[in-house]
């Protein structure tokens, strides 16, 4: 299973909207409504901010949204803030209990 | 408050074996399944092994299956992870992880394995 395909970084500056894109298969990304995105800071363990493609778990600002089209899922944060800054990934359940994640992004805050 | 507690961690050398050892709490651990997701130095992350509540169904990613064995202990509300023939490409914060509606809701804070001779 080959990880998604995520950019590199992405940056804007605060108050502005960015958005992340996740790229994977028909197998993965395209068959199940299983996405999910991480948010990791330096030396820190992920943290989870939206699952089902588009849910946000309780706790996680609404300015966090996930949405979904064929193979490419994508995270939108909006209404940027410093502490958004961080490194975010993307991940995808791949059938018969596997999952695959993408090779993360790294957002900068301008 | 849910709690994943990973141990074990430390310095190896190549071919050598190590065994995990995550602590849960504050949830029912015997109702969720339970998952080891590694990250090596400066890299992402990386899912390795997936075990259903009553064990019944285990699933390894391709890297590890064959060398590393996942397993748990209801009773004891543990997850654990024994990996052996391993190599410098294992070297890796390993993370356990709560699996939620195909989603990994809780981590630990990881343990670090170091495999170097």
Known sequence: QSAL???????????????ISCTGTSSDVGSY???SWYQQHPGKAPKLMIYEDSKRPSGVSNRFSGSKSGNTASLTISGLQAEDEADYYCCSYAGSLSWVFGVGTKLTVL | EVQLV????????????LRLSCA?????????????????????????????????????ADSVRGRFTISRDNAKNSLYLQMSSLRAED?????????????FDYWGQGTLVTVSS
């Open chain 1, 5 to 19: 395909t995520q950019p590199a970084s992405v940056s804007g500056s605060p108050g502005q909207s960015i958005t």
């Open chain 1, 33 to 35: 409504k299983y996405v």
């Open chain 2, 91 to 103: 070297t890796a914060v390993y993370y356990c992880v709560r699996d939620q509606d195909f989603s």
């Open chain 2, 24 to 60: 849960a709490s504050g949830f029912t651990f015997s109702t969720y399944p339970m998952n080891w997701v590694r990250q090596a130095p400066g890299k992402g992350l990386e899912w390795l092994s997936n075990i259903t509540p009553n064990s019944n169904l285990i699933h390894y």
């Open chain 2, 6 to 17: 990973e141990s074990g961690g430390g310095l190896e050398q190549p071919g050598g074996s």
